[in-house]
């Protein structure tokens, strides 16, 4: 089976810029996930997508957003781009069979770097 | 207000040898827990996981024991390998946040041939 991938996996913009990355979950994986990966803020949450509806979200600006389209892939956007965005956004799939207790499997990510 | 902690950033051990990866959570929500390998620029791959009704779960060479009462989770891994070199978080799930992943800081080890 296929692993999650996530595109671009490198990206450069510039302040005030907006960003869209994509991930495209395991096969039969109806959950996704995103975190953000910083050197000072470690690795945090941002959104989890399900049966294309938001079901949780992380303590993030209104500047990050993101959806599922109906065959689980996700997008996330990030508008008004801030040097502090420069990060590794990952992404990761579940199955979701029930609401929690379950693993995670992330894709390699998107590095993100703004200038 | 860290509710996964990881308190050794780092970690070496000569190969062979026995690894101990250490973590403290508080928020006594937390049900499931995870242990992720990761390296530089690369997505975490996941190890191994242990729910709450368990004290131990064991996958090979690795082992992880949770002590509710004290809070902690150990990532056992015997013997160590120089291919384990690599940064390591503890991850936690509540039961009742869905699937959010909260991550403990990680801590780096080095397996020393």
């Known amino acids: 089976k296929a692993g999650v991938t996530q595109t671009p996996r490198y990206l450069i913009k510039t302040r005030g810029q907006q960003v869209t990355l994509s991930c495209s979950p395991i096969s039969g994986h109806r959950s996704v996930s995103w975190y953000q990966q910083t050197p000072g803020q470690g690795l945090q949450f941002l959104f989890e997508y399900f049966s294309e509806t938001q079901r949780n979200k992380g303590n993030f600006p209104g500047r990050f957003s993101g959806r599922q389209f109906s065959n689980s892939r996700s997008e996330m956007n990030v508008s008004t781009l801030e040097l502090g965005d420069s990060a590794l956004y990952l992404c990761?799939?579940?199955?979701?069979?029930?609401?929690?207790?379950?693993?995670?499997?992330f894709g390699p990510g998107t590095r993100l770097l703004v200038l | 207000d860290q509710q996964v902690k990881q308190n050794s950033p780092s970690l070496s051990v000569q190969e062979g040898r026995i690894s101990i990866l250490n973590c403290d959570y508080t928020n006594s929500m937390f049900d499931y827990f995870l242990w992720y390998k990761k390296y530089p620029a690369e997505g975490p791959t996941f190890l191994i996981s242990?729910?709450?009704?368990?004290d131990k779960n064991e996958d090979g060479r690795f082992t992880v024991f949770l002590n509710k009462s004290a809070k902690h989770l150990s990532l056992h891994i015997v013997p160590s390998q120089p291919g384990d070199s690599a940064v390591y978080f503890c991850a936690a799930i509540s039961n009742n946040a869905g699937n959010m992943l909260t991550f403990g800081g990680g801590t780096r080890l080095m397996v020393k041939p």
């Open positions: 990761a799939s579940s199955l979701a069979t029930s609401a929690s207790q379950e693993t995670q499997y």
């Open positions: 242990i729910s709450s009704i368990k």
